[in-house]
């Protein structure tokens, strides 16, 4: 059973928004994640972490169109003003006792 | 700026050991601030963790890796690297090295370099 959960894929028109989940299956409901993105042919990137209570902390350069938000077990990583270059795949990652592991990621379609 | 750089070889034979190395730049590897990690996306794949190295010296690995995997640092040459046994075609990917920062994730990568098995 796997740890994390995401959606295979999702769309959205130019200049709107998107809200990618990521789920972290019971007992692992409080945990802290990071989101990655992976743009096509390209090593991925951190984004962000973001905690159960909805406080998130984003990298180096991210812009602010990126955002954080958690309810209960769900996390959200929320892209407004969607640009093409938003085009790519999203990870959602955490880590238990030093082991790590990432989900299945969400692969966003910029209409 | 940190940045990461891995190399090695892009083929390997099949039953023989494939070996990475990560150069570490704009940092120390030696800094007990950050942990150190091996990553790999298999062609058309999603991204599956193999291990980490700690400043302390400790080694964590994916449970389905394990009994094949080393992890390894070099700090004179600010280098960590990856020793895999046994290849076979189900371990052809790109393979990332990575920064993490305890208690948290990874959050600083590598460019990724590919390498596939066969004969």
């Known amino acids: 059973q796997p740890v994390l959960t995401q959606s295979s894929s999702a769309s959205a028109s130019l200049g709107s928004s998107v809200k990618l989940t990521c789920t972290l299956i019971s007992g692992h409901t409080t945990y802290i994640i990071a989101w990655h993105q992976q743009q096509p042919g390209k090593a991925p990137r951190y984004l962000m972490k973001?905690?159960?209570?909805?406080?998130?902390n984003k990298g180096s350069g991210v812009p602010d169109r990126f955002s954080g938000s958690s309810s209960g077990a769900d996390r959200y990583l929320t892209i407004s003003n969607l640009q093409s270059e938003d085009e790519a795949d999203y990870y959602c990652e955490t880590w238990d006792s030093n082991t790590h592991v990432f989900g299945t990621g969400t692969r966003v379609t910029v209409l | 700026q940190l940045q990461l750089q891995e190399s090695g070889p892009g083929l390997v034979k099949p039953s023989e050991t494939l070996s990475l190395t990560c150069t570490v730049s704009g940092g120390s590897i030696s800094s007990s601030s950050y942990y150190w990690g091996w990553i790999r996306q298999p062609p058309g794949k999603g991204l599956e963790w193999i291990g980490s190295i700690y400043y302390s010296g400790n080694t964590y690995y994916n449970s389905s890796l394990k009994s094949r995997v080393t992890i390894s640092v070099d700090t004179s040459k600010n280098q960590f690297s990856l020793k895999l046994r046994s290849v076979t075609a189900a371990d052809t990917a790109v393979y990332y090295c990575a920064r993490g920062t305890p208690p948290y994730g990874l959050d600083v990568w590598g460019q990724g370099t590919t390498v596939i098995v066969s004969s």
């Open positions: 973001l905690e159960g209570s909805g406080s998130y």
